[in-house]
């Protein structure tokens, strides 16, 4: 029994582990030929957002050149995600820690 909780608790802390250095990368994404930009970290939380004044004027266009800025993000941070968790040993780090 207590085998398994230790290895909740290492399957917890390697959680933590992989949550901290994803937090530490970041990407950025663009919509309407770079006129909005989105930079995202790599669990996927908004660091920010730039916006050219020229669209502030037509609000469907943003709402468009937001949407491909945020996809175009998080895309381009999966990519990043997907290498720190190759780098990291990928699942195979958290092999041997299963009940």
Known sequence: MFNKIKAIKDLRDQAK??????SQISADGSGSWGKVKVTLDGNQQVLSIEIADEL???KAKL???LK?????AVKNIQKKMALK???MGGLDAL?????
């Open 17 to 22: 582990k992989m949550q901290n250095e994803l």
């Open 56 to 58: 502030l004027t037509d």
């Open 63 to 65: 709402q468009d050149a």
């Open 68 to 72: 491909e800025a945020f996809n175009d």
């Open 85 to 87: 968790m190759k780098d």
């Open 95 to 99: 092999k041997g820690l299963g009940m």
